[in-house]
């Protein structure tokens, strides 16, 4: 189910959304794929540590957090990637790993890279496993204000 502290921040501030819901997938290339939405509209959320806070970093599904250049663009050397475990109870009404890239429902940062602000709409996983919301990226920005960086890669394959 949809976080309902989405819906309701969405609903009050008259935004357009869809919810798209799908079989249950816990990848993000694989929610791309069961809800054909192509892995560069797709938005992922990644939680990240910067100086022992908590922040999200927003990239698209078919790219991953560059830890590197995320710790060169804010010019901090205390910059990780925190597990599931540090961060599952900050969230909720959400399934471990599904949680909506709108910090500011939760009182962090959201960091985004500068490839998301390219495309007319994006989707995320909005609390669970098998729903995506999308909605148009003006609108997500307005409400979101992500600080916008080149903080991702395109993962490598490796050759079989």
Do not use: W
Request: net charge positive.
């Amino acid at each position: 189910m949809v976080a309902q502290q989405l819906m309701e921040f969405l609903d009050q501030k008259r935004i357009s959304y869809q919810i798209i819901r799908h079989t249950p997938s816990y990848t993000a290339q694989g929610v791309a794929a069961a809800t054909h939405i192509s892995g560069k509209e797709l938005v992922k959320t990644v939680i990240v540590k910067i100086d022992g806070a908590f922040a999200m970093a927003v990239v698209p599904a078919s790219r991953r957090v560059d830890i590197p250049s995320l710790r060169r663009e804010l010019k901090s050397l205390n910059v990780a990637l925190a597990s599931e475990a540090e961060f599952k109870d900050r969230f909720a009404g959400c399934e471990t790993g599904a949680m909506p890239p709108f910090g500011n429902l939760y009182g962090m940062a959201v960091i985004a890279d500068n490839s998301v602000a390219a495309d007319e709409e994006i989707a995320f996983n909005a609390g669970s496993h098998a729903e995506v919301v999308r909605i148009a990226y003006r609108d997500f920005a307005r409400l979101v204000k992500p600080k916008l960086l080149n903080i991702c890669i395109v993962p490598s394959t490796v050759a079989a």
